[in-house]
């Protein structure tokens, strides 16, 4: 009997026409490292007396399909999760193409998620998947991989693949050697790491239904926040925090072969720190920033991703 391998599974990924349908054809094959996407439906237990010790059956709640799936940041396909947290990019260039992708869109696409494990064989298609929140972290070492929480309408299970010939993108992977944080255009010294979300705070439709699934997930008011952590050299950051003026900053990861991700964010506020000293070593702070929209109502941060796909 065949036992279900992580190694074996695969991914496929395209973007809905209509919210909860999946596309006939057009999906994709997506790296990733773990899928925790699922589908639960709990069981409530019986509340009527009079029948005895033993409790009755219980009874199905609503339908819940959300998860985390932990993708690398790569120069092609992490352009597909950008499009899901961010929605449809402006692209330019004849080749190498730049596709710009901004905050603050009312407008979000769906998406169709097949997990695939073929050793049992389960191919489970996810429908009506959005993005709620994209996640990662730059520091000196290590994978450079981003956490993309996603909130989904349905799961139909199946023992065959439906999502056809799959297209296959390049897997060219950034790394933290590739990366590089600027304050108002300057390369930002002492940085032990720097972490990055933006969550579009989804809000689920949850309308009364027989099949006990949501309706929809529509975007609420979006945030944008992070980590940086310092070691404590100097007080230009502190007095920023003291100030409670913005300053811009940029988090970037360049490849020599051409291809970039770029993140630009004009107008990043920062705490006041509290600066401890727990031994010998040296001193680090830590900043929790927020960010907010550009004067005048310009995106909170745009998005600039440079590779050989002509579109998303």
Known sequence: MARAQGARAQMALAFESVYGTPPASGFTRMPFATALLGADQPLLSSELLGYGRDPLAPIKDAV???????VPIDAEAFGFWLKAAFGAPSTTGLGP????????????PSMSIEVGMPEVPRFAMYTGCMVDQLSWQMQRSGLLTAKAALIAQGEVPATASSAGTLAALDLVRFGHFNGAVKRDGVALGNLVSADISYANNLDR????RSDGMIDG?????????????????DSVLVTQAINGV???????????????????????YLPRPRIEISGPQGVQASFDWQAAQDTGGGPMATIMLVNDVVSY
């Open 64 to 70: 819940t399909v959300d998860g985390d799936v932990v």
């Open 217 to 233: 997930a529509d975007p609420s008011l979006a945030a944008l926040t992070g980590k940086i952590e310092v070691r404590f050299a």
């Open 97 to 108: 193409y730049i596709h710009t992708f901004a905050t603050g869109s009312w407008t979000l």
């Open 246 to 268: 913005p300053a811009a900053l940029e988090f970037s990861h360049t490849l020599a072969s051409g291809e970039s991700l770029t993140v630009s964010v004009p107008m990043v």
């Open 205 to 208: 439709i949850e309308t009364i």
